[in-house]
């Protein structure tokens, strides 16, 4: 008992499958882009049909749910890390020091 090597009983931990999360073709944060997409077109769609009509709230549905989509295939396309693209022209005044 005071020997201080105390065994302890072994647990399996699961360290995840190391590749990202995917639901319907969507990875990683798209899946919450296409959540936010699909409510909002939803919200504009009731908006939309409370001030002008059932058929106005139709095109404002189709307008944003059509450009959510087209925004995270886009975005997908591009990668799931965002990168930046370092354009223009930089001039750099010292290399080193002499």
Known sequence: MGNGKERFQD?????????PLEFLGLQGRYIYWAAGSAGAAIAGFIAGYCLSGFVAGLVILAVVASAGAALILFKQRKGLHSKKDGRGIYIYARSRQT
């Open 11 to 19: 647990y399996p931990v699961f360290k995840g499958l190391q590749r």
